[in-house]
């Protein structure tokens, strides 16, 4: 079933039209950009965590307590990259959703990022 999903949401997004290329090459720059980013935030976000609950480095002792507000904020913009990519390229809410959700999964914004990036790339080739 999800197979199926899959395959007719890739069909869906094959047959929307890139209206304007150039602001979609410019979204997907900026998305690639944020994806990196979010994604090494996030890694720095699970050593944070680790130092605050695993070891004795909590509050003051803890050398990135300062860390976490950052990364929301940089993690909304993501946000932000990624409606503004899926606006662009005619992808569903759904769509958009997962991509935005994997920027909460330590290492997965990078590997989505990288089948994002080749798919909008594959549609701006061929047109």
């Not at 050593?47 to 695993?54: D, M, N, P, S």
């Not at 950052?70 to 005619?90: C, Q």
């Not at 920027?103 to 798919?119: D, I």
């Amino acid at each position: 079933m999800a197979d199926v999903t899959q395959a007719n949401e890739k069909q869906s997004s094959d047959r929307a039209t890139i209206r304007d290329e150039a602001a979609a090459h410019k979204a997907l720059m900026f998305f690639k950009v944020m994806a990196f980013i979010v994604g090494v935030g996030l890694l720095v976000l699970v050593v944070e965590i680790v130092l605050e609950y695993a070891t004795s480095m909590s509050g003051p002792d803890n050398p990135l307590r300062w860390w976490p507000q950052p990364h929301g904020f940089i993690y909304m913009l993501y946000l932000v990259a990624t409606a503004n990519l899926g606006f662009k390229v005619g992808w569903s809410l759904p769509r958009m959703v997962l991509v935005m959700l994997a920027g909460c999964v330590p290492f997965l914004s990078f590997w989505v990022e990288r089948k994002v990036a080749a798919e909008v790339e594959g549609r701006l080739a061929r047109r």
